[in-house]
């Protein structure tokens, strides 16, 4: 993809060969996934909560005995010293944030989606000038990085296949991050071994969209439903046989391991990096 860079490093550590705590700023906090980052890095005595940054607030965002700031601009953020920047902000305000978490020497972990190729062009070369490191995760739950996983090896073996991703009606991208991320994973697999880069012939479509959008040889379809959270169905399909891998994150917890793992990595990473398998 061009945009994967390398890892190495390792913690900080005191000349007492203690490590020192891992200072965060947590930038879309008062929202749910935001919050749920909130308690998550309070519950560890490795990280250090020093900062939380969203544009609307309410009392309860920030717990006052974490001593962490609480801004409604960057440049508020002003003089706040910190290691990794945690972005679950929306897709209009991330490239600026992560932007200005490069430039102050910080290395941002993004979970929030809907940046296109050009945008993370731009943050790799931003990335390098800086000499920092960035990692773009559409999806922090460990079960839906192995779910891409098994999709890409198996994409190989199958004909054809569809994906159906099915969020909460809130969500605001269609298709979302991670069904991109799966159908690119099992393009490039598709294309090693020759398959077609083109969705199977299905008849003439009733009602226009009714195939979902077609990703490199893959249709996508997007549902958007209350009561959901985040769910992904990949169906591969071949002479006589159907192969279904399916994921479903059933509470915000369930991407809080794979966010507290990424942040105790961050400092490993250079270049910028799509996809959390790069820190397993």
């Given at each position: 993809m061009g945009l994967v860079g390398t890892l190495n490093g390792g913690p900080h550590m005191?000349?007492?060969?203690?490590?020192?705590?891992?200072?965060?700023?947590?930038?879309?906090a008062a929202g749910r996934m935001g919050q749920e980052v909130v308690r998550a890095v309070l519950?560890?005595?490795?990280?250090?909560l020093v900062a939380?940054?969203?544009?609307?607030?309410?009392?309860?965002?920030?717990?006052?005995?974490?001593?962490?700031?609480?801004?409604?601009?960057?440049?508020?953020?002003?003089?706040?010293?910190?290691?990794?920047?945690?972005?679950?902000?929306?897709?209009?305000?991330?490239?600026?944030?992560?932007?200005?978490?490069?430039?102050?020497g910080m290395v941002?972990?993004?979970?929030a989606t809907g940046m296109g190729p050009e945008d993370r062009a731009e943050l790799a070369a931003l990335a390098e000038r800086t000499g920092r490191g960035c990692l773009i995760a559409p999806n922090f739950a460990l079960g839906a990085v192995l779910l891409m996983k098994f999709a890409a090896e198996a994409?190989?073996?199958?004909?054809?296949?569809?994906?159906i991703e099915l969020h909460h009606e809130r969500k605001?991208?269609?298709?979302?991050?991670?069904?991109?991320?799966?159908?690119d994973r099992m393009?490039?697999?598709?294309?090693?071994?020759?398959?077609?880069?083109?969705?199977?012939?299905a008849g003439?479509?009733?009602?226009?969209?009714?195939?979902?959008?077609?990703?490199g040889g893959i249709r996508v379809h997007s549902v958007r439903l209350p009561g959901l959270l985040a769910h992904q169905e990949v169906l591969l399909g071949g002479t006589g046989e159907l192969l279904t891998l399916r994921h479903d994150s059933l509470s915000r917890e369930s991407f809080m391991p794979g966010v507290v793992l990424a942040i105790r990595k961050a400092s490993s990473i250079r270049g910028l990096i799509v996809g959390l398998e790069n820190l397993l």
């Open positions: 005191t000349k007492h060969d203690a490590p020192l705590p891992i200072r965060v700023i947590v930038a879309g519950a560890q005595p490795d990280l250090q939380c940054f969203d544009r609307v607030y309410g009392p309860e965002v920030v717990p006052p005995a974490s001593g962490a700031r609480m801004a409604s601009s960057l440049a508020e953020l002003e003089g706040v010293e910190a290691d990794v920047w945690v972005d679950f902000t929306v897709p209009a305000f991330v490239k600026t944030g992560v932007s200005w978490a490069l430039e102050h941002p972990l993004v979970g994409a190989r073996y199958f004909p054809a296949a569809e994906i605001v991208d269609a298709p979302s991050g991670t069904a991109r991320l799966t159908a393009s490039a697999v598709r294309h090693e071994v020759g398959l077609p880069s083109e969705p199977l012939e003439e479509e009733a009602i226009a969209g009714v195939r979902g959008g077609a990703c």
